[in-house]
């Protein structure tokens, strides 16, 4: 499997990109000297832009950066000016206010490095987070092949609202994909919840409604009146047979030799947490699963991201284009497809999930990956 990983920057640690951006204030400084000699106006007409060199490197230096690129105007600034037949008043009101600049700049790239410190150990913190809310899914689980894409829109966040678990049960391989509704850590909160009890029912329950059920039963107790998650449940109790349980969520994408098919459910069911209002009661589907089926599980964030025309994700039509024998290359050039689609970001949560049942042949499969 292929766990979507973030990469944490630390502030400290200097960057090829951040070096060369680092020279652009000297740049300036430099191009404001030969300004002023080749226009030989004999004033200080161009030396005050001097101050355009540390006020820049305040974004891209640390203060003692900042701090050397000051004296270097300083310096430049007054060994122009002596040379212009200015006021002495005038040349040290002149240097002042570019010593002014660059003590106000080294204070604010001194702020700067202290939010994106911050900013590390709350990245660090939220990704130890989802680590531990979504667990990262192995390659192989019982049977199945398996790849996991998921992609907060609060890339400071890196969680969300949506879900995912897989886990081998007594009962066969059993997992979930849902949506919860809202944004922030209540949505965070509900997801943990949501999945703290599908893992405890899914080893317990022999029936997958009833692990609906235990999911819904304390949804009812700790949730708002107006909120909601809406879910697949899915198992694989026996060969050739794939249980689905679809509570409000988008249909999962059958990809078989007949091509790709969105598994509707027989009886639309309300949200888990919205039982109370009445509707449909979950019904359990049997869909047929044989060897090279996959089965493609998805959040709203995926089919609802639009692009600059507002258009829809037609995802759909983008599986069979990526669709293969690896389901991680498969995820991966969707998820690229995707991020294409809307123009390199995402305004909402988008989890993936792909399961694939592999053509058995005499060699024996290899031994499962525990999932921690």
């Known amino acids: 499997m292929i766990q979507a990983r973030?990469?944490?920057?630390?502030?400290?640690r200097p960057h090829a990109p951040a070096q060369l951006a680092a020279a652009v204030p000297v740049l300036i400084i430099c191009g404001v000297a030969l300004l002023d000699v080749f226009t030989g106006s004999g004033g200080m007409s161009w030396l005050p832009l001097l101050a355009v060199g540390p006020a820049l490197a305040a974004a891209i230096c640390g203060p003692w950066g900042v701090l050397r690129i000051g004296l270097l105007a300083v310096a430049i600034g007054g060994f122009l000016s002596a040379q212009s037949d200015t006021a002495v008043r005038g040349r040290a009101i002149m240097l002042a206010a570019v010593a002014a600049v660059t003590l106000a700049s080294c204070l604010a790239s001194l702020l700067r490095r202290r939010r994106e410190r911050v900013l590390a150990a709350v990245r660090s913190v939220a990704e130890a987070a989802q680590n531990a809310l979504l667990r990262p899914v192995p390659a192989r689980v019982g049977q199945f092949q398996v790849a996991v894409r998921y992609s907060a829109a609060a890339a400071e966040a890196r969680v969300g609202g949506d879900l995912y678990a897989l886990v081998p049960t007594p009962y066969g391989v059993r997992l979930i994909v849902g949506d919860v509704r809202g944004k922030g850590l209540p949505?965070?909160?509900?997801?943990?919840?949501?999945?703290g009890v599908f893992r405890e029912a899914a080893y317990d329950e022999p029936d997958l409604l009833d692990v609906v059920g235990r999911i819904e039963r304390s949804l009812a107790r700790n949730l708002a009146p107006d909120d909601f998650v809406t879910a697949v449940v899915a198992g694989y109790p026996r060969s050739g047979r794939m249980e689905v349980v679809n509570?409000?969520?988008?249909?999962?994408?059958?990809?078989?030799?007949?091509?790709?098919v969105a598994v509707?459910?027989?009886?639309?069911?309300?949200?888990?947490?919205?039982?109370?209002?009445?509707?449909?009661?979950p019904s359990l589907q049997m869909v047929p699963f044989d060897d090279g089926d996959q089965m493609l599980l998805y959040t709203d964030g995926v089919i609802e991201a639009r692009d600059r025309g507002r258009e829809y994700f037609p995802l759909?039509?983008?599986?069979?284009?990526?669709?293969?024998?690896?389901?991680?290359?498969?995820?991966?050039?969707?998820h690229d497809d995707l991020l294409d689609h809307v123009g390199g970001r995402l305004h909402d949560d988008a989890a993936l999930l792909l399961l694939r049942k592999p053509v058995t042949s005499g060699v024996p499969a290899p031994a499962e990956a525990p999932l921690s």
Not at 6 to 12: A, I, K, M, T
Not at 316 to 334: F, G, K, W
């Open 247 to 260: 509570c409000g969520h988008a249909p999962p994408l059958l990809v078989n030799r007949s091509g790709v």
């Open 187 to 195: 949505a965070v909160s509900t997801a943990a919840l949501v999945l």
């Open 264 to 281: 509707e459910p027989t009886r639309p069911a309300p949200p888990l947490g919205l039982a109370s209002l009445g509707g449909e009661l």
């Open 316 to 334: 759909m039509e983008r599986v069979p284009r990526h669709i293969c024998d690896e389901p991680s290359r498969t995820l991966a050039a969707l």
């Open 6 to 12: 973030y990469l944490l920057s630390d502030p400290d």
